[in-house]
């Protein structure tokens, strides 16, 4: 069985292709959404989803989130008395949701298709795909995160021949891709994005409101309290798309402020984020070579589009409103299960085929000679150009500078500037050329992009007929075989929270956080709670404890709502 | 089977029309699996790709066929309306934007005829802003509008806004130019001529220019002189130059120049050809090349239009693109049909590739640039 994942910068998703269609699959909880955190509690036991969120605020020191925008980088968390790299901390999420999916189908599931964003660089796509190997998972599939929305639309609307937009602004990443669906085909024509642009950043502005407002700048330091800043100021963003106003009261040590926002002042704060939004649609469009009049729909995904600026601003730039019908949470998630589908090729689907495109231009740097015999360097090569169909494999020859050269270095690089030095370098490999006969037949340069968006770069010495194949290495980020294996043992031997008591764990971060945020009696009250729910978990009498989860969770809702204090300050 | 390799890939008969291969393809995708059999995908993407192309192209040569009448434009213009009607259908906010989009284009239009250099670029810079805030395919309407204005010489200060719209519309940027057809390889040509002006050196170059970009209507006697130099600039850097040099002075400076005695005129000329060392065009080898280079080829072989322009260095004459004849809306469009036929510039000279190169533009300019003959311009 394969299953389809969404991995999420704020939240993940698990689903399946079952009885012919995509299905979610619930966590412990209940919900389908999992929250993208992970925490490791007092005793050294690692807890993930729901239960790490609500630590977020208690324990930031043992406690992660966001990692998705590290994926691909070297850059490594402390919790407790282990590193994780942004790898191991998305393989315990992936571990925990195909916990979810073996218990909602009663089965082991080894495989499984990812989305990823189409803007994603090699480095990040290899990254997520030792993520999976990290969590027991054989990743079947890379699918690009607005591909798979359209193949949830694309089913879900039925149409035999349309052009649409998928417009997918989740929490850490943006998303523009253009389909065309004719005859069961659903192709991609070009797509395009910005990979540090999300829902996330549009949080961060009413967090350093709190700093322009009187807030010093050394409580940035204090790890519980940003994070509540956060947890406040995610809040605010939702009451300000809900009702249009919302405020912040924010304490640290004797400083104090009240942060107000109505939604034309956040609009005009998020301005330059909103800005960036029209970059990739313009260039998404351009390419497809179509005008936003000629496209049949606009296809909202990403929780990020729930905002009311966000729905206003697409609907002002194509001049119509976005299709409503999916939920943007879980759109890709359900496409991912149809990719799953696909690639067990289910009934259902048989008519049905997708293909994609590379998002990036991939090239090589060259030197160019000059009137005066001098050379200038660091100009751009593309060998593959941007939405080209994959699978794709293009050779190209390039020469030495001169007859002496002994060697010609092939660095590789995706971008779109005509100056390597404004593109991402994403390794590079040197071959030797042997002066001589022969030396100026240089050298082929092939790039080979898979359906999952990974390049294989291999490079043939004319003359000798000798190949050298580039591992792509970005800086330190790639994990050996032997590492990944090393980290695949030392992750089984983490002790992981049983899934059959994530909801105890769930309600007890809860009430460690509330207990936390509380003054006088109420913080008595949830004191008196945790230490009574403590005790019952510790009889392990299964049939007390589910009667006092019952209430417990009753009452911590019943706190948390409101009714016992006004609207949670930080600190 | 017969036909065409790609046809026969699809397994299609020697003819088939859009709809066919689209069909066709989509049958033999789901016989294939990419990534387990990438050759085959290779090979059956490209014939489909390939095979779109030419359906396309024989349908707009069979239109051309059947539509020489008037009657058959006005048909055509009405299902233009129809098409336009779908965006009335959209919010109401749609058609406004529309409205308001056009009316900032002209306000830019007549602010950079009455300003100077730096309020011209200011002023692109702002209405480009402004335009994003109404629909999305504003900024590139203007964009067009601009190559438009700019190629046709139909504004000042177009050195300096070419310079400004090549960061703002990123015109650099890997393939940034070929989705705007034949606007995109005039862009590309000029920058690739600007790239070989800036490799020179600067003092000459300096010297060059500045009589260029003095030069006004009446060009006086020692100015007259430099024409040798000028006309050598304008052979070699058509329209890059053109962004300094409005026609009419150029046209001006050349009769300036013929009207000096001949032994003068020899003089100059004399003066100019020492002056300047014969310049091959950059000698650019692999792991070498300006990355443009290659597009501007492959761009050059989907029209003959701005390749006829390009490569047209050997020019000894003055004569810039935009000089031609005028055309009306009827002679465009026979030119027009004349143009888009694949040998339509086989076996005829340089010069009479260039005078029909010319009208070509200058239909363009003029808004007649279509297959059928349309009185309206915009």
Partial sequence: ?571 | MEGPWFLQVLGLPPYADVAAVRRAYAQALRRIDPSADPDGFARLREAYETARAWCEQVGAEEHDADTPSREAASQDAQAEGGNTGTDESAPSAGSDARREAALLTEAFVSGVRTGDAAHAVDLLERTIAELRTRYIDAPGELEERLIDLIAGQDLPHRAALFDAATALFHWEDIGQLAPLGERGQWVEAVIVQQSLWMQGDPVQRRQWLDPVIRAAVPIDAPLAGHWPVVDRLCTQYPQWIGLHLHHTVARAWKASFEALATPVQQKYRQKATTQAKPRAPAKVRRRFSLPWFGLVIALGALSHLGQAIFNDHGLATFSLPWSGQDDTPETCAELYRQLSRKDAFAGITDRAARELTHRGEQCERNGYWHPVPRTDSH
């Fill in chain 1, 1 to 571: 069985m394969i299953v389809g994942i969404d991995l999420g910068t704020t939240h993940s998703l698990v689903s399946v292709w079952k009885d012919g269609g995509p299905r979610l699959v619930p966590n412990p909880l209940g919900s389908v959404l999992t929250p993208s955190c992970v925490g490791i509690d007092d005793d050294g036991q690692v807890l993930i989803g729901e239960a790490a969120r609500e630590r977020l605020q208690t324990h930031p020191l043992r406690t992660a989130s966001l990692f998705k925008r590290y994926m691909g980088s070297t850059r490594i968390q402390r919790l407790a008395e282990r590193d994780y790299r942004p790898e191991e901390l998305s393989a315990l999420v992936l571990r925990a949701l195909k916990a979810d999916a073996e218990a909602f189908l009663g089965e082991p599931v080894t495989e499984a298709v990812i989305t990823v964003p189409a803007y994603f660089s090699d480095a990040q796509r290899k990254a997520t795909r030792v993520a999976g190997e990290l969590a027991g998972l054989k990743v079947e599939r890379l699918l690009n995160e607005p591909t798979a929305a359209a193949l949830a639309y694309g089913l879900h609307e039925g149409r035999a021949e349309t052009q649409f937009l998928v417009f997918d602004l989740g929490g850490g990443t943006f998303d523009v891709s253009i389909l065309e669906m004719f005859d069961g085909v659903m192709e991609v024509r070009a797509s395009a994005g910005d990979n540090m642009l999300g829902g996330e950043d549009f949080t961060h502005l009413l967090v350093e409101q709190a700093f322009a407002h009187g807030i010093p700048d050394q409580a940035r330091a204090d790890a519980t309290f940003m994070q509540r800043l956060v947890a406040r100021a995610e809040t605010a963003k939702r009451e300000l798309g809900a009702s249009g106003n919302a405020s912040i009261d924010v304490h640290w040590q004797d400083h104090a402020t009240v942060v107000t926002f109505d939604a034309p002042a956040f609009e005009k704060l998020a301005q330059p984020l909103l800005d960036r939004l029209w970059r990739p649609i313009e260039r998404a469009l351009r390419d497809a070579r179509i005008r936003a009049a000629d496209l049949d729909n606009i296809v909202l995904a990403g929780g990020a589009t729930r905002m009311p600026m966000i729905r206003a601003l697409a609907t002002r730039m194509f001049g119509r409103f976005p299709a409503v019908g999916l939920n943007p949470d879980e759109v890709v998630a359900l496409g991912a299960a149809v990719q799953a589908g696909l690639k067990m090729k289910d009934k259902a689907l048989e008519e049905t085929v997708m293909t994609d495109v590379c998002p990036y231009t991939l090239g090589t740097d060259v030197a160019r000679r000059l009137d005066n015999g001098s050379h200038a360097e660091g100009f751009y090569a593309p060998i593959i150009q941007r939405n080209t169909v994959v699978p794709v494999s293009r050779v190209q020859r390039f020469f030495p500078m001169s007859p002496q050269q002994k060697t010609i270095r092939i660095g590789v690089y995706q971008g779109e500037s005509r100056l390597v030095r404004d593109n991402i370098p994403l390794g590079e490999v040197e071959v030797p050329v042997e002066p001589g006969p022969g030396h100026d037949q240089g050298v082929d340069v092939r790039f080979t992009y898979d359906v999952n968006g990974l390049l294989e770069v291999e490079v043939t010495v004319v003359a000798t007929a000798t190949v050298q194949r580039l591992v792509i290495e970005s800086g330190q980020a790639h994990m050996s075989t032997e590492e990944i294996g090393r980290r695949l043992a030392e992750l089984s031997a983490l002790k992981i929270h049983p899934r059959d008591t994530m909801e105890n764990r769930t309600l007890l971060a809860k009430a460690e956080r509330l207990y936390e945020l509380l003054l006088g009696e109420a913080r008595d009250q949830v004191g008196q709670m945790i230490l009574r729910f403590e005790q019952t978990l510790a009889t392990q009498d299964e049939r007390a404890i589910a009667r006092d989860v019952h209430h417990f969770r009753d009452a911590l809702k019943a706190i948390e709502a409101g009714s016992h204090f006004a609207p949670d300050p930080v600190n």
